[in-house]
């Protein structure tokens, strides 16, 4: 399911803001998803959203699905942060598609379009709502949803009038952060500052879409 299009092309002399600005994209798995899996369908979803020259900002999930090598290992090949918001949190963002399964079982009806409205800041807006991967030989283990922020008439970035509320967002978990700008790209390496441990151990959560 796709989400309006953020902004209309700006007049004047350079790109319109709409179509440089950052993206942040919402990412739900279940439990053992591969790394390939995921990046692929960020990738889909980027081309089909016509955003595949946007810079990705981070990828975000619940908390619960923080610890998913999967999600950890597309973030680093991505080079950018992974970032987790608590279940609460997510439930609060109102967006197009939710799901009672999903709530049932994570306390949410909404992991990667909440997360990426979240993430995105005040505000934002979907850029695309949440898309399923399409994996070889077995089910979809992985969803994502694009957010941004939103852009005026005129090309102006602002706050919108949907997703994301209008006041501060809560403190996200930076499971794996990124000293280095947000950019895609095959195997980039991402150092995780301050972080003891590179990787944590999987969770054990029960699995969402």
Known sequence: ???????????????????????????????????????????A???????ADRPVRALATVTAKSSEPGLIGAARRLGVPLRAFPATALAAVRVPDP???????????S???????????????????????VPRGGPARATCALAGPAVTDNGALTAGREGAPAGSSPAADIVMPSPNPPRRGPD????????????????GTKETQ
């Open 111 to 133: 992991v990667a379009e909440a997360a990426a409205l979240l993430a995105a800041g005040p505000g934002a807006q979907l850029i695309a709502g949440k898309r399923k991967s």
């Open 188 to 203: 980039r390496r991402t150092a995780v500052i301050g972080d003891k441990a590179p990787e944590r151990e999987p969770t």
């Open 45 to 51: 979803a980027l081309a089909a959203a016509g955003c």
């Open 99 to 109: 799901s009672a399964a999903t709530a049932a079982a994570v306390g949410t009806p």
């Open 1 to 43: 399911m796709s989400g309006r299009a953020v902004g209309e092309p700006a007049r004047g002399p350079g790109p319109p803001a709409g179509e440089s600005a950052p993206v942040v994209v919402g990412v739900g798995a279940s439990r053992g998803v591969a790394v390939s899996e995921v990046v692929e369908l960020i990738e």
